[in-house]
């Protein structure tokens, strides 16, 4: 039961979630390094529709089990899950770069504060696992 507890879906979409903005911050870090190089074409990265599809309640009957190793553990999402595409629009500059670093830097700060808001949510919800264990 105490497993429970900790691998709730909203745990595990919480995970998803900063492995996926994670990503996403090294995909913007590797844009803005490559921002003089010719020929880069811009990045991005989408793991929403992963996210979302995690979030989703399961729908499926589940069998009863005796032993909680009778069961796989729900597959586990990887960076590989995401889908990495080149940015749309932009413009190209004359040695085919779109790295627009003004994009990318408001890119960089959305994705920083997403995961400090996923992971201060995360940080709430064990302090209150532990309250409810101290007082029980």
Same mark, same amino acid.
């Given at each position: 039961m105490r497993d429970s507890l900790f691998n709730d879906n909203a745990m595990n979409v919480s995970k998803i979630a900063l492995n996926g903005l994670s990503t996403r911050q090294q995909l913007i870090s590797r844009n803005l390094s490559n921002v003089d190089t010719p020929g880069y074409r811009a990045q991005q990265l989408d793991f929403e529709?992963? @996210? !979302?599809?995690? &979030?989703? *309640?399961?729908?499926?009957? !589940? @069998?009863? %089990?005796?032993?909680? &190793?009778?069961? &796989?553990? *729900?597959?586990?999402?990887? &960076?590989? %899950? /995401?889908?990495?595409?080149? !940015? *749309?629009?932009? %413009? /190209? !500059?004359? #040695?085919?770069?779109?790295? #627009?670093? #003004?994009?990318?830097?408001?890119?960089?700060?959305?994705?920083?504060?997403?995961?400090?808001?996923v992971s201060q949510s995360i940080t709430k919800k064990l302090a209150l696992l532990k309250n409810i264990a101290m007082s029980g």
């Open positions: 529709s992963v @996210l !979302r599809k995690a &979030a989703q *309640p399961e729908t499926k009957l !589940r @069998l009863a %089990s005796s032993h909680s &190793a009778h069961l &796989a553990s *729900p597959s586990k999402v990887s &960076a590989s %899950s /995401f889908s990495v595409s080149y !940015r *749309p629009g932009g %413009s /190209f !500059r004359a #040695d085919g770069n779109n790295v #627009d670093i #003004d994009t990318e830097l408001l890119e960089m700060s959305q994705t920083g504060i997403q995961y400090q808001a």
